[in-house]
């Protein structure tokens, strides 16, 4: 049976963390989905009377990744999940395939929005620094042939371009880090070996290129985790056969039943959806063998690492 409950203005329905076993009909008032990062609360969407929210749960009992805030003293109408699985079952079978169906492109839409924020600290000014001390860099190994001294960088960095040399130290020993400068002792004292030269430079091309397209344009960048559920899937579909376009078919069911085994981490069927919603490859489809995406995977390589240096690199500048 629904029943109406009352709900102070900044109450929250559902927390980040919980199981929800309730669908909502706003009688009376507003409610916010929020979500927090570090010490701020992001508010996506709102609701006002007339909406409902939580059906999301309905087909998927996972716990909540939002909250459901009161913006103001509010009514609503409870319906519980058990209460509306009876009433599904009797439905036609069609129609109960619908609702999943429905249910799921509202997941996708949720995990799309939710990975876009996870992107958005990144401004522009911080962005354009990381490729101007890019270039610095690379134009210092290669004028070194890729073996350059720390004091060679600072002239670099200070004499030709008037830049200070703080952050171009930092980013030199995060480069190290990161595997792709390798610290060495040289006459003139500390120094660095360019192990990966033709990587930063392709990494500068590409992101100098992504920051002056418009952004309609743009592929969207992937942060931390979705960057390694992105190399997961690249180490799972590596050694499978290509077809004549060189895109490997990766069967959905057995990526997350054996992609721990495989590749060390879990992906889950939301992680595909992100990176699916993110454009880094196809649309899954319905085959006899189950359901499949395609994926290139030198291509995704090189987008993998893109994003891993921009995620690493931008914090310097941020």
Not at 243 to 252: E, R, S
Request: proline share 3%; hydrophobic share 40%; with cysteine.
């Amino acid at each position: 049976m629904a029943q109406i409950k009352q709900v102070l203005k900044d109450q929250y329905l559902v927390r980040e963390g919980e199981t929800p076993s309730e669908m909502y009909i706003i009688k009376n008032g507003s409610f916010a989905i929020t979500q927090f990062r570090g010490n701020s609360e992001l508010r996506y969407k709102d609701f006002k009377t007339g909406e409902m929210f939580g059906e999301v749960g309905l087909f998927d009992k996972r716990t909540s990744e939002v909250n459901i805030k009161a913006l103001q003293n509010s009514e609503v109408i409870v319906m519980p999940y058990e209460t509306l699985h009876k009433q599904i079952d009797v439905l036609p079978t069609w129609i109960q395939a619908l609702f999943k169906n429905l249910i799921n492109h509202l997941q996708e839409s949720i995990h799309f929005i939710h990975a876009n924020a996870a992107t958005d600290n990144v401004g522009p000014a911080s962005s354009h620094l990381l490729t101007k001390y890019m270039a610095i860099l690379n134009l210092t190994s290669l004028r070194h042939k890729g073996h350059f001294s720390l004091a060679a960088l600072r002239n670099y960095t200070i004499q030709v371009f008037q830049e200070p040399t703080a952050r171009m130290n930092t980013l030199a020993h995060a480069l190290a880090e990161l595997g792709y400068l390798q610290h060495q002792e040289m006459p003139e004292g500390p120094g660095f070996k360019d192990l990966k030269p033709e990587n930063l430079t392709r990494f500068l091309d590409w992101y100098n290129e992504w920051l002056f397209k418009p952004e309609r344009a743009r592929i969207l960048l992937l942060n931390d985790e979705e960057t390694k559920n992105l190399k997961a899937m690249i180490e799972f579909a590596k050694d499978l056969p290509r077809n004549h376009k060189g895109f490997a078919k990766v069967n959905l069911n057995a990526l997350q039943t054996e992609s721990v085994d495989k590749t060390g981490r879990a992906l889950r069927k939301e992680d595909i959806q992100v990176l699916t919603a993110k454009k880094y490859f196809s649309e899954p489809t319905m085959e006899d063998s189950g359901v499949t995406l395609y994926l290139h995977c030198e291509e995704l390589e090189t987008l993998a690492e893109n994003c891993f240096l921009v995620n690493n690199l931008t914090r310097i500048f941020s």
